[in-house]
T-cell receptor, first 116, second 114 residues
């Protein structure tokens, strides 16, 4: 099936530093999402993005977080500065246009972020 | 507020039997979608099956089927003829029609024994 890629698979960073997580979505998808999963828990929605804009965001999407997809390249999640509680696996997802029945979200393999 | 609850933390069954996993949800919207995903040991998240709230028929895909009981806000996942490779964590999720965000349940860890 369609594949979402995420780079890197694991990132270790010191608290306070900036980190950028990269997502290569399915080629014809136009909606992009980030989810956060703390070890042993469920995925929690962070943000979704369409046509250069944040469409929805949750309370987890703090002011230190930002997303962009410049010129059809990677869809990125930037955290600046990082905090210890940002340690988690971050999953990117993408879907076809439209929010109706056929907009299945396809997930990437995740980036494990460790903040020391 | 939207919420998805999976009360079964873990289930263990013998291979080739049928297993049912429970999920209840809360939403104020009249149109919504319900999903089941599985997360493998490697962390990969795989979409399994979807139920549209306005459809009365239970969705079926391969050896996965749903038990949709709308008055009870319940969407159970049934796996028939289980295989060892079905061992994974299964997540129930929902999203309202006009929203993109998926709300996930806590997950049920399924172990299939030979």
């Amino acid at each position: 099936g369609p594949k979402v890629l995420q780079i890197p698979s694991h990132q270790i960073i010191d608290m306070g530093q900036m980190v950028t997580l990269n997502c290569d979505p399915v080629s014809n998808h136009l909606y992009f999402y980030w989810y956060k999963q703390i070890l042993g828990q469920q995925m929690e929605f962070l943000v979704n993005f369409y046509n250069g804009k944040v469409m929805e965001k949750s309370k987890l999407f703090k002011d230190q977080f930002s997303v962009e997809r410049p010129d059809g390249s990677y869809f990125t999640l930037k955290i600046q500065p990082t905090a210890l509680e940002d340690s988690a696996v971050y999953f990117c997802a993408s879907s076809l246009p439209g929010l109706g029945a056929y907009a299945e979200q396809f997930f990437g393999p995740g980036t494990r972020l460790t903040v020391l | 507020a939207q919420k998805v609850t999976q009360t079964q933390t873990s289930i263990s069954v013998v291979e080739k039997t049928t297993v049912t996993m429970d999920c209840v949800y809360e939403t104020r919207d009249s149109s919504y979608f319900l999903f089941w995903y599985k997360q493998t040991a490697s962390g990969e998240i795989v979409f399994l099956i979807r139920q549209d709230s306005y459809k009365k028929e239970n969705a079926t895909v391969g050896h996965y089927s749903l038990n949709f009981q709308k008055p009870k806000s319940s969407i159970g996942l049934i796996i028939t003829a289980t295989q060892i490779e079905d061992s994974a964590v299964y997540f129930c999720a929902m999203r309202n029609y006009n929203q993109g965000k998926l709300i996930f349940g806590q997950g049920t860890k399924l172990s299939i024994k030979p």
